[in-house]
């Protein structure tokens, strides 16, 4: 029997609008795909973690505007398969509910095509849940059906249903109906007319399970001129029945302490994604502007010549950052890779997030301030320990100040201060800060002196006005920066941590 040298599909539901709503599964898959073909309503936080190695491949499709028709979608996907290749054909909510998933299996079961499906968290059910609706609850629906508010209109004289369907759907149950806001004057008449009370509750979810969501609630008689009003668009989700009323009692997305609140992470790329994740929590809207960029590379071969000198002959070493923590020990597992090599050294980081960087390695941190800046750590350092005469290995970047430095030098030790890495700007920063400030912003956060300068050197370049935005800083370094570009700052952290940062913008927004 030949072998089939076809590559293999896997169907992934993404889930609708919340991307910790994509299963464990689906996110191993992504990881390690190939090829990615995805749709209109899926998160872009979702394709994040899609390996860089990866092929991208966009084929939504707008109502009224499909670039992309279906059958080329479909050859798509078997002229990659048939290449061999990981396909990964990501879909909103779930593939086999109205995603037209089973449409494109078929077609790749035809063709002796491999794939899996995974099933996603399906909007039908999800989207009501973000706004406080349970689809069924035992006081008032036990059951719910699902139906797509837009099809074909042949065969039943241009409508969306027959007399026989509507008369179904008149029935006592829970009615969630996907993709039918542009139909929605249609489905509340027929239902009206063919037995539905006309003060029978509905709700329209617009962009639900997003910092975006908006929901309209009113009766079936009076929800038309509603979504008109409000100007409710694709997507939505549709529900009617006695369980909208159980909104007032159980909405909670809204109810978060930065829901919808759009705030701007400057952190470089490879960090951003922990404040954006602990923001998003929160509801907020989170835009990722990585105004520095991490360069290891071009600092290696400092680090590489301390190891090879062998480290050990230092008593402390000391991180200013988990950056530094990274450039040393990748380097250092390189070129020793026995990290037992380093016992009898003393370690000391600035803040705790460092600490914990290198705890990774099974290294007890020996000191850490208690509060994290370069002007504390010095503090409580010189009056804890015995600095004259000692062996100090200080890893730092190539913008961090020279205070640490300067004072046990002061103090008598012999100190080697080494760039472990450089904070380097991006490319296309001057478009992405136009684009992002072309729109409303709530908060502007800074976690570094670096990104304060990175960013405002661009920002008044590129943006003639003021916009009106808050700005959140991780500490007083950072808020002397921004201070010195002419803005103020209206939080500032007490912890000066990650954590420290989001309590502050919560803190504010509660006032």
Wanted: charged share 30%.
């Amino acid at each position: 029997m030949e072998e089939n040298k076809n590559g293999i599909v896997y169907f992934i539901g993404a889930g609708p609008g919340d991307p910790g709503l994509l299963t464990i599964k689906g996110k191993r898959v992504l990881e390690k795909c190939d090829v990615i073909i995805y749709d209109r309503l899926v998160n872009e936080k979702i394709l994040d973690l899609v390996n860089d190695s990866a092929e991208k491949i966009y084929v939504g499709k707008i109502p009224g505007k499909h670039t992309v028709t279906q059958e080329e979608i479909n050859r798509l996907i078997v002229k990659y398969a048939k290449k061999g290749k990981k396909i990964v054909r990501l879909k909103g909510g779930d593939p086999f509910v109205f995603g037209r998933g089973g449409e494109e299996a078929q077609v790749l079961a035809r063709e002796g095509i491999p794939f899996e499906i995974i099933p996603g968290v399906t909007s039908s059910v999800a989207i009501p849940a973000y706004a406080g609706i349970p689809v069924t609850h035992r006081n008032y629906s036990y059951s719910f059906r699902v139906i797509t508010g837009h099809r074909k209109r042949d065969g039943r004289n241009g409508n969306l249903f027959n007399e026989a369907e509507w008369n179904v759907l008149s029935g006592e149950e829970t009615l969630i109906f996907l993709m039918g806001v542009q139909n929605i004057e249609e489905i509340v008449n027929e239902l009206i007319k063919y037995g539905k009370e006309a003060d029978t509750s509905i709700a329209v979810i617009q962009k639900g399970a997003t910092p975006e969501q908006r929901v309209v609630i009113g009766k079936l008689g009076n929800i038309y001129d509603k979504v008109i009003k409000e100007n409710i668009e694709s997507p939505s989700v549709i529900v009617i029945g006695n369980v909208v009323n159980l909104r007032k009692e159980l909405r909670w997305y809204e109810n978060l302490p930065l829901f919808s609140r759009r705030i701007v992470i400057t952190r470089s790329m490879n960090q951003a994604s922990i404040l954006s994740e602990k923001l998003y929590r929160f509801g907020a809207d989170t835009i990722e502007l990585p105004v520095i960029e991490i360069d290891y590379d071009s600092c290696r071969l400092n680090i590489k010549k301390i190891i090879e000198e062998d480290p050990c002959r230092y008593d402390w070493i000391i991180f200013t950052s988990v950056n530094g923590v990274k450039a040393f020990f990748k380097e250092y597992m390189s070129v020793k890779g026995d990290i037992r090599e380093l016992k009898g050294i003393m370690f000391g980081a600035i803040g705790k997030v460092t600490a914990k960087e290198i705890e990774k390695y099974g290294i007890l941190v020996d000191y850490v301030p208690h509060r994290y800046v370069a002007e504390e750590f010095i503090k409580g350092f010189i009056s804890r320990y015995k600095v004259k005469d000692k062996n100090i290995l200080l890893i730092r970047s190539d913008k961090a100040r020279d205070i640490i430095e300067s004072k046990l030098s002061k103090k008598g030790a012999n100190v080697n201060s080494v760039t472990g890495y450089k904070n380097v700007i991006p490319e296309g920063i001057s478009k992405k800060i136009k684009d992002i400030f072309s729109k409303k912003v709530d908060w502007l956060t800074f976690t570094s002196s670096s990104t304060v300068e990175n960013f405002f050197n661009y920002y008044k370049k590129y943006i003639s006005r003021r916009v009106d935005f808050k700005i959140a800083s991780i500490g007083p370094i950072t808020t002397k920066r921004v201070l010195d570009f002419g803005f103020d700052v209206d939080v500032e952290a007490e912890k000066y941590t990650i954590d420290g940062l989001v309590n502050s913008i919560i803190r504010a927004e509660r006032r």
